[in-house]
């Protein structure tokens, strides 16, 4: 950990990435910049993603790494051991129960964390992408609004367009009313006045009828009249001799 | 009595259907159906009567001068056409209609303007795992706790949790 502080405050001087790089290889994470008097960059560089690498479960990677080139892969250890033995020999470092302690807690946490570090760090990231896709929900589902908000407004616009349908409407309609009006006015004036010259040559043609009739009535009338009651007797006297001829002539007739 | 040529604007009905209100689809309904009975009644009177035979009266009528004083008094006869009051109240309602959609017609461009604006501000915010608290609060208003008037935890009214 105050490897990292150290190596931070190193990169303050100089801030940016390349300067990073030259810690070797091994450096898997960006170094954040505190401090440099700038306002604070935004948006913020994203939280790394893994913890820096540990060796032994207590001792940074970089640590190994800075060494490396100037004693090879056994120098750190060699170190390690030396400054221990070194420190308990000279009894630097006294050996007290805290000793005991010490070395059963670290060991039980280091193992502890090796062995559950990942799982409990998985479970800790999924309820961060859980709330993260709850406010992603949100976010998309205002921007489809919005976006329904738009496309309603682009379709009220195109009905605008056809308003003048309805008043197209209205004005057929009263055309049609009045030429329909018109129409009718005219075929009643000619009904009108056909019905009154047909009216005339029908009261024309009934009063001809009725003068012939009356003068039949009349002429037969008189000539009834005029029959005498002589003339009668002599006139049916004569109709009986003709029937007697005829119906000799009729007896013949069949006979032949 | 010449007959007129009727000037028919062709009627688009899916359109006309379309731009109605709900409430007012019994007007519409009735407008429709009105057309349909004056185009029917159109179609069935024929655009003048047909002409009197005046030979064959004259021939028959008795009374003299009758059928020659009906001849000249029907052809001086001149039917009015029925005068139209109403297109005119139908284009004063259209120039009004027009003029309060233009109306609308801009609102709705402000509406739509101000709609791309939102759009916009939400479509550029940072991704929601790189922001903090104080960018969640900057992109949403809504989200900022008020420490002034709630001045202890959780600085929000509990029944909204």
């Known amino acids: 950990m105050l490897s990292r502080v150290v190596l931070s405050a190193a990169a303050a001087a100089a801030p940016s990435l390349k300067n990073a790089a030259l810690l070797g290889p091994g450096v898997l994470q960006a170094t954040r910049i505190f401090h440099t008097g700038q306002p604070s960059l935004a948006p913020v560089p994203p939280l790394p993603e893994y913890g820096g690498k540990v060796r032994l479960g207590l001792i940074p990677e970089e640590f190994f790494q800075f060494l490396y080139p100037k004693t090879g892969v056994t120098g750190p250890y060699m170190l390690g051991t030396g400054l221990i033995l070194y420190f308990l020999s000279k009894e630097i470092y006294v050996i007290t129960p805290e000793t005991i302690t010490t070395v059963s807690t670290v060991g039980l946490l280091v193992y502890a964390i090796k062995k559950y570090g990942a799982s409990v760090a998985q479970f800790a990231d999924k309820l961060n992408e859980q709330k993260i896709a709850r406010l992603e929900e949100v976010k998309q589902a205002s921007m489809k609004y919005i976006q329904d908000a738009i496309d309603f407004e682009k379709a009220q616009q195109a009905l605008v367009q056809k308003r003048h349908y309805l008043f197209d409407v209205q004005r057929n309609n009263i055309a049609m009313a009045l030429e329909v009006t018109y129409r009718e006015r005219l075929h009643r004036v000619y009904k009108e006045v056909k019905n009154r010259l047909d009216y005339h040559i029908s009261v024309q043609n009934m009063m001809r009828r009725k003068e012939q009739e009356h003068m039949i009535n009349w002429v037969e009338k008189n000539v009834v009249q005029s029959i005498s009651t002589q003339q009668e007797k002599e006139t049916i006297a004569k109709c009986i001799q003709d029937l007697k001829l005829l119906a000799k002539k009729a007896q013949a007739q069949p006979v032949m | ?161």
């Not at chain 2, 028919?8 to 359109?15: E, F, M, P, R, S």
């Not at chain 2, 020659?68 to 001149?78: G, P, Q, R, V, Y």
């Not at chain 2, 309060?100 to 939102?118: D, G, H, M, P, V």
């Not at chain 2, 479509?123 to 809504?142: V, W």
């Open chain 2, 1 to 161: 009595m010449a007959g007129r040529k009727l000037a028919l604007k062709t009627i688009d009905w899916v359109a006309f259907g379309e731009i109605i209100p709900r409430n007012q689809k019994t007007i519409a309904n009735s407008l429709k159906s009105w057309n349909e009975i004056l185009t029917s009644r159109l179609a069935t009177l024929p655009e003048a009567p047909p002409a009197i035979d005046w030979a064959y009266y004259k021939a028959n009528v008795a009374k003299a001068g009758l059928v020659d004083d009906f001849e000249k008094k029907f052809n001086a006869l001149k039917i009015p056409v029925p005068e139209d009051k109403f297109t005119a109240l139908v284009d004063a309602e259209e120039k009004d209609d027009v003029k309060s959609c233009a109306e609308f017609l801009s609102l709705s461009k402000t509406r739509i303007e101000e709609y791309e604006r939102q759009l916009e501000k939400l479509r550029n915010i940072i991704p929601f795992d790189q922001m903090t608290i104080d960018d969640l609060n900057e992109a949403f208003p809504e989200t900022k706790l008020d420490n002034t008037k709630y001045p202890y935890w959780p600085h929000q009214p509990i029944e909204s949790l």
